[in-house]
């Protein structure tokens, strides 16, 4: 990987023969854990400007019609954050010079409070070219952190790293983008913009707070048209949003059925699914089809893995030959853009079965040989950073380099979720097939429910805890560390699906960057103590929501801190938590965080209720920090994801929490309408 400096530049076809489409990353780390990021891209002409706004993409406007620019989300690392962008350099208008690539925070915050900022550029086999690394952003809340242009037939990048102290909406109007400065807040991006499709050219668009995002998080509108000024051209609203996206309901409609034996008939039936092979044919044959037919879901599952975006074909059980067996993996995906063809071969397992790695092996060598640029791995576990579920062995003699990459069927579900649920696709037939898909994935029989077993370390480990018999180093506790991790990460995916939020677990830079190193001193802390523990972040949420299993208890604690209001008396701000809670369950503990003090007043909720003043500091002049609200239950035992299993126990106790809990400290904040925040920044 080629190491880059602050406005250096490097011809991509230089780097690798593969980079017609790459993907861009920019990475941090919080130190605390709760800081956070977000990625922009603008597209300019060869003045240097933006065509118009829909060459501005943003958190909420993450695809562009052409494909060229898709933003993938974050994903977490080892010690941070992730964001990446995929580029199909390719599909790019020839009318666009250059591609702004930057990020913003929110909330007044500055990239000072980050460290590690990176950007890495990967092709389209996956193979790393460049990195650039920030070293000292100061206080600015918007970096541009590099840019990629033309020159003559072929892509450069460019090492960037210029601050904006005037944060993304300073950035934005440098390069054309139509800001009402007088609007308010200039921090981030974060919502779509609003309004239909009219006659001439958009308004400036104003900068406001986001309904649906944290507070203080502004969206790009549409200034409203002054009073009186009816008879002015009005602009046109951003091209995207002229066509409405279509959505499933989550609530189903009432049945026309005479009574409850009565089943629906199903696009993709499952009860009649009895082995493991039937199970993994009819799960690969669903989804290929269902991606080839859906291209916003063939899309967003195939990007990551640097699959361009063009026309789209599946197949299975192919025959290909290698030595004296022709092997036959479970599907081929094809994608043709401008005459090439990129492709991927598919193992597919379900069930809990895992990947074989002479199978994959084999894969490989026969995609080098062929000139494939992908081998996809899709089971129901889930793939951590620095531990691969298979070790294959590449040949760096061959001059073809074939990515090996790999999908859960909880990351699958995840996608299909955020499209027909909460994103919408581009018409009701594919909106049907993606709810069809969901259907099946779900289903009981399907095989396709992710991770669901802990593994054979799980029960010795522990007997080991409770009998005080398990000593450092022993290998199965690293093994239940990461099996872990997979929970933890998939809880994130079954949520943020659930809920149309991102939830990414949090990593503690304290812990390390390495992935091994930071999983051996959990393993260590672990055989001390007994207790598996994470943290999760959820968009949107007023602190960031822990887990706590201790094996030695059985007890599974669930909780979140959330800040006091800066307003009003200690009593009045107790008060206040108190009516926030008003639908949360009654065995809910409420701990008062005093500055100074290891323990605060400490109760349940069914307690509190009549006496809330129980949760004042004892001392006269103590300052409440904030609040712990946490639930406790009993874990299940088991290995697996029977009713009483470990697994279920987890995922249902971060389910309830969120619902009965955090759902309600969302909901108590009352933010002002966008009406009223026009009228207030006028």
Request: aromatic letters at 6%; charged letters at 25%.
């Amino acid at each position: 990987m080629q190491e880059m400096i602050k406005g250096s530049n490097v011809a991509l076809a230089a780097l690798s023969e593969n980079a017609g489409s790459v993907i861009v990353s920019l990475s941090w780390v919080s130190p605390t854990g709760e800081g956070d990021a977000d990625v922009s891209v603008l597209l300019l002409n060869a003045d240097g400007k933006v065509r118009s706004d829909g060459d501005f993409y943003f958190y909420n406007n993450p695809v562009s019609a052409d494909g060229s620019v898709q933003l993938l989300g974050k994903t977490p690392t080892g010690s941070g954050d992730e964001d990446r962008i995929s580029f199909d350099l390719t599909a790019v208008s020839s009318e666009i010079d250059r591609i702004v690539v930057a990020a913003s925070r929110y909330e007044r915050g500055g990239f000072g409070e980050l460290e590690d900022l990176k950007l890495t550029l990967a092709d389209g086999g996956g193979e790393c070219l460049l990195g650039f690394a920030i070293d000292d952003p100061g206080t600015v809340s918007a970096i541009i952190f590099g840019e990629l242009y033309r020159r003559g037939e072929e892509w450069k990048f460019r090492a960037v790293g210029q601050g904006y102290g005037s944060g993304l909406a300073g950035l934005a109007t440098d390069f054309g983008v139509d800001i009402d400065d007088d609007a308010g807040s200039e921090e981030s991006v974060h919502d779509d913009l609003d309004g239909g499709q009219a006659d001439a050219v958009a308004p400036p668009i104003a900068v406001e707070q986001a309904p649906s995002a944290p507070q203080g998080t502004p969206r790009l509108v549409p200034t409203p048209r002054p009073p009186g000024d009816e008879t002015k051209p009005v602009k046109a609203a951003r091209p995207r949003t002229a066509k409405k996206k279509v959505t499933v309901p989550r609530g189903a409609r009432k049945s026309l059925a005479e009574n409850e034996s009565w089943r629906g008939a199903r696009l993709f039936p499952v009860p009649a699914l009895k082995s493991d092979r039937e199970r993994e044919q009819r799960a690969t044959s669903v989804l290929l089809s269902v991606m080839a037919q859906v291209p916003e879901f063939g899309r967003r599952l195939l990007a990551p893995f640097g699959a361009p975006a063009g026309r789209m074909e599946t197949f299975t059980e192919v025959s290909l030959p290698h030595g004296d067996t022709p092997r036959r993996p479970d599907g081929v995906v094809r994608v043709e853009r401008a005459g090439k063809l990129w492709t991927a071969l598919v193992e597919t397992k379900t069930n809990g079965n895992g990947v074989k790695a002479e199978q994959v092996q084999a894969y490989v060598d026969i995609a080098a040989r062929r000139g494939y640029e992908a081998v996809i791995t899709l089971t129901n576990d889930v793939a951590l950073e620095g531990s691969p579920l298979v070790e294959v062995k590449i040949d760096g003699r061959r001059k073809h380099k074939v990515a090996v990459r790999h999908l859960s069927w909880a990351e699958v579900t995840y996608q299909a979720q955020m499209l027909i649920r909460h994103e919408g696709v581009g018409d009701k037939a594919h909106a049907w097939l993606l709810e069809e898909l969901l259907h099946y994935l779900q289903h009981e029989n399907s095989g396709c429910h992710g991770f669901q077993n802990m593994g054979s370390a799980w029960v010795p480990v522990r007997n080991g805890i409770d009998d005080e018999t398990l000593c450092q180093g022993d290998p199965r506790i690293l093994e239940v560390i990461e099996s872990w991790e997979r929970l933890v990460r998939q809880i994130c995916l079954s949520l943020g699906g659930e809920i149309g939020q991102k939830v990414l677990p949090v990593q503690r830079a304290k812990r390390g960057a390495d992935p091994k190193a930071r999983r051996a001193l959990l393993a260590d802390q672990f055989c001390l103590d007994g207790r598996l523990q994470a943290e999760l972040r959820i968009e949107g949420a007023p602190g960031i929501l822990a887990i706590c299993a201790d094996l030695r208890t059985g007890r599974l604690r669930t909780s979140i801190d959330i800040p006091a209001s800066e307003q009003g008396y200690p009593l009045t701000r107790v008060k206040r938590l108190v009516r926030r809670l008003a639908e949360a369950p009654a065995d809910l503990h409420v701990e008062t965080l005093v500055e100074g003090e290891a323990g605060g007043p400490r109760g349940t909720l069914e307690r509190l209720r009549p006496e809330p003043a129980d949760l004042l500091p004892k001392h006269d002049g103590a300052r409440i920090n904030g609040f712990r609200l946490s639930l406790l239950k009993s874990m299940g035992s088991s290995r697996g994801n029977a009713e009483s299993g470990f697994i279920r126990s987890v995922d249902d106790a971060v389910r309830r929490f969120h619902t009965n809990v955090v759902v309600h400290l969302d909901r108590a904040e009352p933010r002002r309408t966008p009406t009223q925040e026009g009228a207030g920044a006028g």
